[in-house]
């Protein structure tokens, strides 16, 4: 519900809030996010210290919130999608609350995050691969058919990022 980004955001964190304590919240365009990251969230979550981890692009890649720190109004005013996310977090949101700042992770909004991405990764044989398949199927997205050197598969259904 909401029209901009942070309205929804806010409205979906503010749901969270009636039936959890903490939330997470993380980006699905930051690949190298572990498992370990997220735990290292909820055990800071749990001791009552807010989270956050920047990419490199002046965004957030993880925002940690406890209850107790949440202001929905501040918030959804954050400067969302933008290059100064980061800063505004620290310098606004988070200005007189206990805060752990995570290490900082590649972003992928961009292509030239992606090459970014390749050059400092571990996973740099995984993403070539994928690169590779992408120059091989073209999506469309008006009818969600993906047209490749194997055929066509017009119901094949697009997946969301995976659940832990």
């Not at 981890?53 to 999608?81: H, S, V």
Request: aromatic share 10%; net charge neutral.
């Amino acid at each position: 519900m909401g029209y901009s980004f942070g309205e929804k955001l806010t409205n979906a964190i503010s749901m969270c809030f009636q039936n959890y304590e903490n939330v997470v919240v993380v980006g699905y365009d930051c690949p190298l996010l572990t498992k370990l990251d997220l735990i290292a969230a909820k055990e800071s979550l749990v001791d009552g210290i807010n989270v956050v981890g920047a990419d490199e692009n002046g965004g957030a890649y993880l925002i940690g919130l406890t209850r107790d720190c949440w202001n929905p109004e501040c918030f959804q005013q954050l400067a969302w999608k933008s290059n100064s996310l980061y800063s505004d977090l620290i310098s606004v949101y988070f200005k007189n609350v206990s805060l752990r700042i995570s290490q900082s992770k590649i972003d992928v909004n961009s292509t030239q995050d992606l090459f970014s991405l390749v050059a400092t990764s571990h996973l740099k044989g995984y993403i070539l691969a994928l690169l590779n398949l992408a120059q091989v199927a073209i999506v469309r997205s008006t009818n969600r058919t993906i047209i490749s050197s194997r055929g066509v598969f017009p119901d094949l259904q697009f997946r969301g990022p995976p659940i832990l």
